[in-house]
């Protein structure tokens, strides 16, 4: 079944939910633009790694719950005195680590980078934490660059960009090289998903990518229906109280829809 909702599924935005969302909508969007770019450009998939030396680090990071401990054992290497106490061998946890997708659209010929696409993580939006501070530092040099930028927010949590905060449930950024300016797809729950422009270089122009099209496909691939716990409260942050009425009633009813259908199957 689809979601339960025209856009944005609010549901997907749960932390333990959203690392798969975030990685099969960057893998749907470059499919999507690789077919339309090929054999001019070259799509990428690329991944940055950013490790935080911080005891707590920002959403998303990797960090084992538990440090493996062994008690010593007097007499494994060279003879004790009598009266040894044996210490509790405990192994170092990693530092915590954050792997974050994007995409970059390179010129076939010259390997240039002409356009980066950024979908937003809750690592980004965490303001003081390693990966929002690299994050943000990478914005500003592609502003200053010859590298169109845009970034795609569908988190309703997090800190926002000054030019888009406060304005809407989600938004798309787009600045181009070529412009000092922002164009920006502000969007709301009840909303669908745009049609966004994809810019690359002068000469060959722009394309266009369905960001509701990529949705619905990962969504139906990824089976989100079977899995989502839809009786469940919507994550945080609350929804004001008539879009969570509508989101209650949107719920109810493909809930009702999905048992009819397995009634009839």
């Known amino acids: 079944m689809r979601s339960p909702f025209p856009g944005m599924d609010p549901f997907l935005e749960a932390p333990d939910i959203w690392p798969d ?3 099969r909508l960057i893998v749907g969007m470059s499919d999507v633009l690789a077919e339309k770019l090929s054999p001019h450009f070259i799509v990428a998939v690329e991944q940055r790694l950013i490790v935080s030396e911080e005891e707590t680090p920002p959403v998303g990071a990797i960090i084992p719950d538990l440090a493996v401990v062994t008690p010593a054992r ?5 003879p004790l005195d009598a009266g040894y106490t044996a210490p509790t061998l405990i192994e170092p946890l990693p530092e915590p680590e954050v792997r974050e997708r994007f995409i970059e659209i390179r010129d076939a010929r010259t390997r240039r980078v002409v356009t980066i696409i950024e979908l937003l993580s809750p690592a980004n939006k965490t303001p003081g934490a390693p990966s929002a501070t690299a994050f943000e530092r990478k914005r500003a040099v592609v502003f200053e660059s010859r590298t169109n930028w845009i970034e795609i927010d ?9 030019a888009t905060a406060g304005k809407s449930d989600y938004c798309v950024l787009l600045k181009r090289a070529t412009d000092y300016r922002y164009e920006v797809w502000f969007i709301d729950l009840r909303d669908p998903l745009p049609t966004i422009l994809v810019p690359t270089t002068v000469e060959f122009g722009v394309v266009t990518l369905n960001l509701q099209q990529v949705f619905e496909t990962a969504y139906a691939r990824a089976r989100y229906g ?40």
Do not use: M
């Open 74 to 78: 007097p007499g494994v290497t060279a």
């Open 154 to 162: 569908l988190l309703r949590a997090g800190a926002r960009f000054t």
């Open 21 to 23: 969302v975030h990685t």
């Open 226 to 265: 079977d899995w989502v716990d839809y009786s469940a409260p919507a994550p945080p942050p609350p929804l004001p109280p008539a879009d969570a009425a509508w989101v209650r009633e949107r719920v109810q009813r493909w809930l009702a829809a999905k048992a009819t259908q397995s009634a009839e199957g």
